[in-house]
């Protein structure tokens, strides 16, 4: 097996940050530590003044494929979300066909073991007649079931508390919920569109029509069920301060068995109302970003760890159906390649520390999906090593993006810091901010009872 050097980066391990050297034997962590010469190492990368932290683990990826090759594939999105830090990520159900049976988990996952570069996991998607699939799921083969209880892209829809009901109670691990109120929503749309033209409609209708109300009664319910059915609840995309302090109170205990808990996800993280005007189609997402008080909320939530995660949400889309009127116009924010330099970003202004960005992109997320071996910078871990220059900026441009669909809400932003190494299992994959090694990253393995 290879060994790899890494030479003086600052680590940022889980109890610890110290100037110092990362030796990778194989896939694994050998030593954090003052390594003397080379120690036998086939390569050697010198880390001065970078920051090593352990590989993202993003829960929250819509990769499309099968079924939308126009809009990304394991393939092409895999490698955006590398570039962008992401060593594992989590992709979710609403593809063509639905991933609702563990067969086309299993199918997901062979197409995931010739095309992705990055390490990978699979939903196991809820639907109204699925109920003996969902109950029979492997729970070390899937990332968890996931329930959509507002409608969004791919069909997959379960609102019926009835039958919410039933579908917490047959799952055998956490269950991750898109929590919105389709009533709610269908109100506001005819409250907010009824007699205006199409042109008429600006982007920030998004905000009112997927409101703040449709989002609180739906965390508020899957809660409840939570509790009744004593199954374990990741509120996804988490973005209003109303379902915060609804989470508030249930931030405690032990992080791998909690009821509830929530996630953070880039555009709510990044953005807010005021970036509608400027931005319109291209920050259009389910649920909604909202104001710049919710998102001051978040951010303070990720820091307390009321919210325990932070994901992206990653959704492309073709080009033309983020191009038009606002009813025209998809929803999706494409974000997973510029996924850690936004929480980077952040960290300059001073909402994050280096710290809060390890434990709720990495640690957190390992922890609560009981991942072993993955998330923190510690001896025997899987080498999953980021490495980051805070003071190399960064511009966004059409040719430097890995997604097929060829547009971003970043794009000709500039980031102040960015990914210059990443490592997937002691492979060095990402050089200089280039792909440097396509090898298939490996499934994750999850540990649970």
Do not use: W
Not at 230 to 254: F, Q
Not at 317 to 324: D, I, N, P, T
């Amino acid at each position: 097996m290879s060994k790899l050097l890494l030479k003086g980066p600052l680590v940022v391990g889980p109890h610890r940050i110290i100037r110092t050297d990362l030796l990778v034997d194989g896939a694994y962590i050998e030593k954090i530590g003052e390594v003397s010469g080379s120690a036998g190492a086939d390569q050697a990368i010198d880390c001065h003044g970078l920051i090593a932290l352990p590989g993202a683990i993003d829960a929250h990826v819509h990769f499309r494929d099968p079924g939308m090759p126009a809009k990304g594939t394991i393939r092409s999105e895999s490698r955006a979300a590398l570039l962008g830090g992401i060593t594992t990520f989590m992709d979710m159900p609403n593809t063509q066909p639905p991933t609702t049976t563990m067969a086309r988990v299993m199918e997901k996952r062979e197409t995931a073991s010739r095309d992705s570069v990055g390490n990978y996991a699979f939903y196991l998607g809820a639907a109204s007649d699925n109920l003996d699939d969902i109950r029979s799921a492997d729970p070390c083969a899937i990332a968890g079931i996931k329930v959509y209880m507002g409608s969004t892209t791919g069909g997959l829809l379960v609102s019926d508390p009835g039958q919410l009901e039933r579908v917490f109670s047959a799952a055998p691990c956490l269950i991750a919920a898109h929590c919105e109120d389709n009533a709610t929503i269908e109100a506001a749309m005819r409250r907010e569109l009824t007699g205006r033209r199409k042109e008429d409609v600006p982007f920030i209708a998004h905000e009112f029509i997927r409101n703040r109300d449709c989002c609180v009664r739906s965390s508020r319910l899957a809660i409840s069920i939570a509790q009744s059915t004593g199954r374990r609840l990741h509120i996804m995309h988490v973005s209003t301060k109303e379902e915060v302090e609804m989470l508030r109170p249930l931030a405690h205990g032990d992080l791998a068995t909690r009821t509830v808990t929530g996630e953070g996800c880039v555009p709510h993280l990044f953005f807010s109302d005021s970036c509608y005007q400027a931005l319109g189609a291209e920050l259009k997402c389910n649920p909604s970003v909202k104001a710049e008080r919710d998102r001051r909320a978040l951010s303070q939530a990720i820091r307390e760890g009321v919210l325990s995660t932070i994901g992206t949400d990653h959704a492309p889309h073709e080009l033309a159906l983020k191009s038009g009127p606002y009813q025209d116009t998809a929803s999706g924010c494409v974000s997973a390649q510029h996924s850690l330099p936004t929480m980077l970003e952040l960290c300059r202004r001073g909402e994050f520390t280096l710290e809060d960005l390890a434990r709720a992109m990495a640690q957190n997320v390992a922890t609560r999906y009981g991942i072993g071996r993955r998330g923190t910078l510690e001896e025997g871990n899987f080498a999953d090593i980021v490495l980051v220059d805070m003071a190399r900026p960064r511009q966004v441009t059409v040719q430097d993006l890995a997604s097929p669909c060829g547009h971003s809400p970043f794009l000709g932003h500039t980031f102040p810091a960015s990914v210059q190494h990443v490592v997937v299992s002691g492979i060095l994959k990402v050089r200089d901010g280039k792909l440097v090694d396509e090898r298939p990253g490996k499934a994750v393995e999850f540990c649970r009872n």
